[in-house]
């Protein structure tokens, strides 16, 4: 079995609703290969979700969270329109790599109205073939028919991450 796990892009922009169900946030950037070390634009748009989705004025507060560290802020009042967005630029450091999280906390003054996406800087575009041991395949086949437990299974995913076969 050869396979290769990869994003479509065509799953942008990112949508997402905050965690009490009243904002929909929408999410864009350019460029969208994100590189460290480059000046980054966001744009996004704030929905109300209950009037359709209809692009809504509402305060926010923008941060862009890497390992726990802000790296950007930007506190502002959203463009209400469906023909303009709201944008964000900056630069992203040169030491950042793997999972950024663009947070939207306190929207329209609301400490519930908050959601995280998350972006992948500099991410590892593999060209080579990645082949499963055959071992792992027969593993996976006698665990699916009930011949191997769970935990013996589990074992089996714990050893590929613990030997770098398998990266989490």
Known sequence: ?????KPLRENLPLSTVTGNGQFRIVLDWEPKDVRSDSKMTFYFDIMDVFLKDKPISVS????????GK???TQNGISIGSRDEHN?????LPENVRGVITVQFDNLDGNSLAR???PIVV????????IIIPEWVRNNARWWADGKVTDKDFVNGIQYLISHGIIRV
Do not use: P, T
Request: hydrophobic share 50%; aromatic share 12%.
């Open 1 to 5: 079995m050869r396979f290769l796990l």
């Open 60 to 67: 926010y507060n923008l941060s862009i969270v890497h390992d």
């Open 70 to 72: 802000v790296l950007f």
């Open 87 to 91: 944008k964000a630029e900056f630069v």
């Open 115 to 117: 959601v995280g996406l």
């Open 122 to 129: 500099d991410r590892v575009e593999s060209s080579s073939e």
